[in-house]
């Protein structure tokens, strides 16, 4: 089966950095995605990672160790705007190519 | 990133009536698109995957004779909800993978809130 855990809730101050992390057990892997999603609207996409490493892209970055099934999403100079929800998701090899299992997100408050 | 579009964003309907939401990739081709509902405050629950000139594959737990699924072109999948109760009140969301970029990243549409009265 498949497994994402990541905490349900965090707070950071406007200006500051917050890293959220992500653990996943499944079946095999084929990517990780993070994608954010503000209430009531739909998810999108920020980031991609399928090797070891950190990707950068612009004031949001991921990080991903596939041998401890681990990443964590980075956002620097944080703005209210940034308030929302982060989905960490994991394409799994086994039970379909396409299929992408979403954790439960991350919801982060920015407060002034 | 590529552009899918939801439509409508909001229906409110009475029971027992048919409800279509359709699902469009703008700039790119999508053989599958997914649909997903969401309750307040829970995550992305798959309902289905939706194959070009195929079958819809629904997951466990869903009922397909409720939620038909016609994906007839590259660019269009729709779901109609049948006989709609209020139980199927919820956030609905489709998505629609992108083969042409790094990652076949799935791109989301706005979403569509259903209310059913």
Known sequence: ?112 | GAVVSQHPSWVICKSGTSVKIECRSLDFQATTMFWYRQFPKQSLMLMATSNEGSKATYEQGVEKDKFLINHASLTLSTLTVTSAHPEDSSFYICSARDLGGRGNIQYFGAGTRLSVL
């Open chain 1, 1 to 112: 089966g498949q497994n994402i855990d990541q905490p349900t809730e965090m707070t950071a101050t406007e200006g500051a950095i917050v890293q959220i992390n992500c653990t996943y057990q499944t079946s095999g892997f084929n990517g990780l995605f993070w994608y954010q999603q503000h209430a009531g609207e739909a998810p999108t996409f920020l980031s991609y990672n399928v090797l070891d490493g950190l990707e950068e892209k612009g004031r949001f970055s991921s990080f991903l160790s596939r041998s401890k099934g681990y990443s964590y999403l980075l956002l620097k100079e944080l703005q209210m705007k940034d308030s929302a929800s982060y989905l960490c998701a994991v394409r799994p090899v086994s039970g379909g190519y396409q299929k992408v299992t979403f954790g439960i997100g991350t919801k982060l408050q920015v407060i002034p």
